[in-house]
Structure formats: C-alpha cells, structure tokens
C-alpha cells in the first residue's frame, strides 16, 4: 500500500508541475499582450490574451486529469488492502474450523 501511496502523490505532484508549467507559459503570453497594448498592436493584443487564458485552462485541465487519476490509484490500493484482509480472515476462518473438525 505503502508504494501505491507514493505513486499516488507522484502523479499529484506531477499535475501540479503541469499546471505550473502552463502558468508560466501563460505569464509569457500576457507579456506579449502588455507589449502590444504598448506598441498599439491590437491583432497581437488580441491574439497574446486568448492564448494566456487557453493556456492557463489547458493546463487546470491537465492538473485536475492527473489529480483524477490519482485519486482512483489510492482508492484502488485501499480497496485492495481491504479485499487482501477479507482474504485473510476468511482464510484464518477457514483454517479454524479445519482444527474443529
């Protein structure tokens, strides 16, 4: 379970990183827009805001996608941990009434 764990907060760290990734994409972006508003470039003003705020959307999407899949990775390892204890009993119950009889 222990490792199942750390491959859960790996795939949660690794969205974050994405997301960050794509925030600093967007930061280069909106330079760019800042820049046209100065030189009075509209069309790039325009086109620099548009693809910032795509970017920053892109990249919430990849993080809460990762974020997901990390999720079901640790409800799946409780779920296993939990099904390796019914086992586990049924098996000691099993074992138990062996000796009874």
Do not use: C
């Not at 972006?29 to 086109?47: E, G, H, Q, R």
Request: charged share 20%; no cysteine; proline share 0%.
């Amino acid at each position: 379970m222990e490792k199942t764990k750390r491959k859960y907060n790996n795939t949660k760290i690794s969205g974050d990183n994405v997301q960050g990734w794509f925030i600093a994409i967007a930061v280069i972006d909106f330079i760019i827009a800042f820049i046209s508003l100065l030189s009075i470039n509209i069309i790039w003003l325009i086109v620099s805001v548009v693809m910032g705020i795509f970017t920053i959307i892109v990249g919430s999407a990849i993080k809460n996608l990762m974020h997901s899949i990390a999720n079901i990775e640790d409800n799946s390892a409780d779920q296993l941990e939990y099904l390796k204890l019914i086992v586990k009993q049924n098996i000691n119950k099993s074992n138990e009434e062996l000796k009874v009889e």
